[in-house]
């Protein structure tokens, strides 16, 4: 199984950027996905997962009101929409998968997101 993030850049506080992981070597609409994050020197965070459908998506706080997590079945990619991003935003961003959002059993690689005040 392979996870496959891209789209990470270098923006300027208030940008945008969407974020796309494609995922091969089992169903993708079987398992529930998830976005994670981790900034230099703290701890991997949660951002946002949806629900093997698609109907479903969950957020943490620092993403509610800016992010949006979605996923193209056909395509079985998964997708995080961020809008006016912040310095703190910046982080390695990694897609997960597992049977739920609290239960990963595979990660991907990670994409970088910088952000410049």
């Known amino acids: 199984v392979q996870l496959q993030a891209s789209g990470g850049g270098l923006v300027q506080a208030g940008a945008s950027l969407r974020l796309s992981c494609v995922v091969s070597g089992r169903p993708f609409d079987d398992y529930a996905m998830a976005w994670f994050r981790q900034a230099p020197g703290k701890e991997r965070e949660f951002v946002a997962a949806?629900?093997?459908?698609?109907?479903?998506?969950y957020y943490e706080d620092v993403a509610k009101g800016r992010f949006t997590v979605s996923r193209d079945n056909a395509k079985s990619t998964l997708y995080l929409q961020m809008n006016s991003l912040k310095p703190e935003d910046t982080a390695v961003h990694y897609c997960?998968?597992?049977?739920?959002?609290?239960?990963?059993?595979?990660w991907g690689t990670g994409t970088q997101v910088t952000v410049s005040s």
């Open positions: 949806i629900n093997w459908y698609g109907d479903k998506p």
């Open positions: 997960a998968s597992g049977v739920a959002a609290d239960v990963i059993d595979y």
